[in-house]
Each structure stands twice: as structure tokens, then as C-alpha cells.
């Protein structure tokens, strides 16, 4: 099921936003086109689903609500933060995959995302 998948998508562009706290156009356009990749995969997969209408109801609010709650969260980053280009980029091809590509989670994880991910890990782990 893509749902689940995707809201660990979700966690993990909250733990990249957390890593980078950053405030820029550009970063927060690029956080939302994912958000509202993740956001449109989750909704064709929730309504392929056999769930319930109240299951459904349930759910729906909480992907609107969810690129909101994570643009809040990218307002508080320097532009000049040395990590702000390579998430920028991490962010751009993630919104650049398809709904397949998320629903294989080894397609997820671009090489702009690796890329980011090794910056990061120098920098706060000093490896």
C-alpha cells in the first residue's frame, strides 16, 4: 500500500527540513511541489483503495493539512546555510518522481538525496 510509504516520505522531508531550518522562495517552492507530489500520490492511491467513506473522510484532511504543517517548518532557514542548495535539490528531483517511483521505495532516494544526506552527515556527525 503507497499510503504508508509515502507518510514515511513525509517524515522524511520533516527530518530533512529539521536537519537544514532554512527560509528562502526556493526552498519552500521545492518542499511544496513535493509536498504536493506526495500529496496527489497519496489521494489516487487512497481512492484505489476498498476503505470506507468514513476511513477515507478521515484521512483526506490530514493530506491537505500535511503541506501546510511542513511549510511552517522551512521559514526558519538561512539561505546562506551551507546545506540549503544540495535540499533545494534533494527536494526538486523527489517532486520530480513518479507515483510508481514512490511506490518503490528504492527509487525514492535520488542522488541528490544522497548527496544531501552525505553533506549532512559530515557536517553534524563531523564524519
Known amino acids: 500500500m503507497l499510503f504508508p510509504r509515502l507518510l514515511n516520505v513525509g517524515a522524511g522531508m520533516a527530518l530533512l527540513l529539521a536537519m537544514t531550518t532554512a527560509s528562502a522562495e526556493s526552498l ?3 518542499a511544496n511541489d513535493l509536498c504536493e507530489k506526495v500529496k496527489a500520490c497519496s489521494l489516487a492511491e487512497l481512492n484505489q483503495q476498498e476503505l470506507t467513506p468514513e476511513l477515507k473522510a478521515m484521512m483526506e484532511p490530514i493530506l491537505e493539512g500535511m503541506c501546510a504543517a511542513m511549510s511552517e517548518g522551512i521559514q526558519e532557514v538561512p539561505v546562506e546555510h551551507e546545506l540549503y542548495a544540495s535540499a533545494v535539490a534533494c527536494m526538486r528531483s523527489m517532486a ?3 507515483c510508481a517511483d514512490f511506490r518503490d521505495g528504492s527509487r525514492v532516494e535520488t542522488p541528490e538525496c544522497l548527496s544531501y544526506r552525505e553533506k549532512a552527515e559530515k557536517i553534524y556527525n563531523g564524519s
Do not use: Q, V, Y
Request: aromatic share 0%; charged share 15%.
Open 28 to 30: 519552500e517552492s521545492a
Open 96 to 98: 520530480n518522481l513518479s
